[in-house]
Nanobody, 124 residues
Framework: QVQLVESGGGLVQAGGSLRLSCAASGRTFNASNMGWFRQAPGKEREFVAAISRSGGTTDYAGSVKGRFTISRDNAKNTVYLQMNSLKPEDTAVYYC?????????????????WGQGTQVTVSS
């Protein structure tokens, strides 16, 4: 069992930065691949980024590649999403998720545990 709590969302102007954190409790964090997803009003939940359990492998959606960076600190049971050069279209609720499988995935259905989400709003 993994419990996930996101933080760090807020209101920022276009071009600004935010760092999201996802704190995990439970004994399986180090065995979990982690992902960030987002959902804007009226849209499907979409993949943003994922990181392997060791942190050695990452994957990004094309819309955020080069602007966002996913990382993790296994000693702190925390995964981060550094978001730079934010755009109004990045506005969404951001969720972190944990997957106990062996590979990192883009499909939300592959993830076993989810946080409650944190709102990110980017003004133009």
């Amino acid at each position: 069992q993994v419990q996930l709590v996101e933080s760090g969302g807020g209101l920022v102007q276009a071009g600004g930065s935010l760092r999201l954190s996802c704190a995990a409790s439970g004994r399986t964090f180090n065995a979990s691949n982690m992902g960030w997803f987002r959902q804007a009003p009226g849209k499907e939940r979409e993949f943003v980024a994922a990181i392997s359990r060791s942190g050695g492998t990452t994957d990004y959606a094309g819309s955020v590649k080069g602007r966002f960076t996913i990382s993790r600190d296994n000693a702190k049971n925390t995964v981060y999403l550094q978001m730079n050069s934010l755009k109004p279209e990045d506005t969404a609720v951001y969720y972190c998720a944990a997957d106990l499988g062996s590979l990192i995935y883009r499909a939300a259905s592959r993830y076993d545990y989810w946080g409650q989400g944190t709102q990110v709003t980017v003004s133009s």
